[in-house]
């Protein structure tokens, strides 16, 4: 299994710092590598200090299942398949701003991030993951 390196990982944050900065956001902004352990991590000045957890399980959470952390929110309400997921794994987080980080098709960690509104926390992941 090929690992993110300190390097990618520092230039995923990097990006996301940009983006947020971008869209006038306080964010906190968690990488992990493969085995979910966080790699690198930043909290902007002023950022919610709740939202330094927050990032850090939506990260390992979309490393756990290889999805976003919103599609994980789809299919755990109730009646879903996955109801109640997020008590698993020492707690999940199961709404957007998780994404996994590939390069070159496989998975090498994740991306997490909170500190705003879940569509501007995504953004801001997604920004971190096209630095890659």
Do not use: Y
């Amino acid at each position: 299994m090929t690992d993110i390196t300190l390097t990618q990982a520092q230039t995923v944050v990097a990006a996301a710092l940009a983006k947020a900065e971008e869209a006038g956001t306080l964010m906190n902004i968690a990488v992990v590598d493969a085995g979910g352990n966080l790699k690198a991590f930043a909290r902007m000045d002023g950022a919610w200090l709740g939202s330094i957890d927050i990032a850090q399980k939506k990260a390992r959470t979309a490393r756990f299942f290889n999805m976003e952390s919103g599609a994980i929110g789809e299919l755990s309400q109730p009646g879903g398949s996955l109801f109640n997921i997020e008590v698993s794994n020492g707690g999940l987080i199961t709404f957007p701003g998780g994404i996994p980080l590939e390069v070159g098709g496989e998975i090498i960690g994740a991306i997490g991030v909170s500190g705003d509104t879940v569509e501007n926390d995504r953004a801001v992941a997604l920004a971190g993951t096209e630095a890659l």
